[in-house]
Nanobody, 121 residues
Framework: QVQLVESGGGLVQPGGSLRLSCAAS????????MGWYRQAPGKERELVAG???????NYADSVKGRFTISRDNAKNTVYLQMNSLKPEDTAVYYC???????????????WGQGTQVTVSS
């Protein structure tokens, strides 16, 4: 069993900043990547940013230059620094862990419970 504990969401004014954290714990054999997705009302879940444990990073075009993803391998934790936030960034943000939970299992996706980010004046 794996747990993903997210924190850092909230209400912020346009132009403001927030930092999301996601810590993975439990039975984890090997991590391939962690990342952040978001889902706004009436829209599909979309990738915001992802980082492999080897250090490769990718961002959605809409957040490039504003968001920064980073990781702490020793703590199995991923962070998302969000600057210059816009109202269209409002969504529930979900942490994603792509990992093998056991030596005999394949890589699979695991999800956090989600944290609300609201950008509004």
């Amino acid at each position: 069993q794996v747990q993903l504990v997210e924190s850092g969401g909230g209400l912020v004014q346009p132009g403001g900043s927030l930092r999301l954290s996601c810590a993975a714990s439990g039975s984890i054999f090997s991590i391939n990547a962690m990342g952040w997705y978001r889902q706004a009302p009436g829209k599909e879940r979309e990738l915001v940013a992802g980082i492999t444990w080897g250090g490769s990073i990718n961002y959605a075009d809409s957040v490039k230059g504003r968001f920064t993803i980073s990781r702490d391998n020793a703590k199995n934790t991923v962070y998302l620094q969000m600057n210059s936030l816009k109202p269209e960034d409002t969504a529930v943000y979900y942490c994603n862990l792509n990992a093998r939970l056991h030596w005999y299992s394949a890589y699979d996706n695991n999800w956090g419970q989600g944290t609300q980010v609201t950008v509004s004046s």
